[in-house]
């Protein structure tokens, strides 16, 4: 079974830059979508970006502009690049990659913004 394994998470100031990595522990095939979410205590996790097989991306409004998405296939990892972060962006944040009809989730990271 492979696993996702995220990484780069921590503590940084407002308008600051942090990159997460999702590392796969092995090759998945067939990948139609990946992409990061976000969840705060409590709330329902978010979409923050998703990128699909034709590498057409999407975003979250609160973060277009600010993070980019994408993928290293022959490192089976994808990264989040998160710049100008703000308070707001403070949560906990999952890979999720969809392929043929196989759904993986990392574990989560934790990404502090302080003011």
């Known amino acids: 079974q492979v696993q996702l394994v995220e990484s780069g998470g921590g503590l940084v100031q407002a308008g600051g830059s942090l990159r997460l990595s999702c590392a796969a522990s092995g090759r998945i095939f067939r990948i139609n979508t990946m992409a990061w979410y976000r969840q705060l205590p409590g709330k329902q996790r978010e979409l923050v970006a998703r990128i699909t097989s034709d590498d057409s991306a999407n975003y979250a409004d609160s973060v277009k502009g600010r993070f980019t998405i994408s993928g290293d296939n022959a490192k089976n990892t994808m990264y989040l690049q998160m710049n100008s972060l703000k308070p707001e962006d403070t949560a906990v944040y999952y890979c999720?990659?969809?392929?043929?009809?196989?759904?993986?989730w990392g574990q989560g990271t934790q990404v502090t913004v302080s003011s």
């Open positions: 999720r990659v969809l392929a043929s009809s196989r759904n993986y």
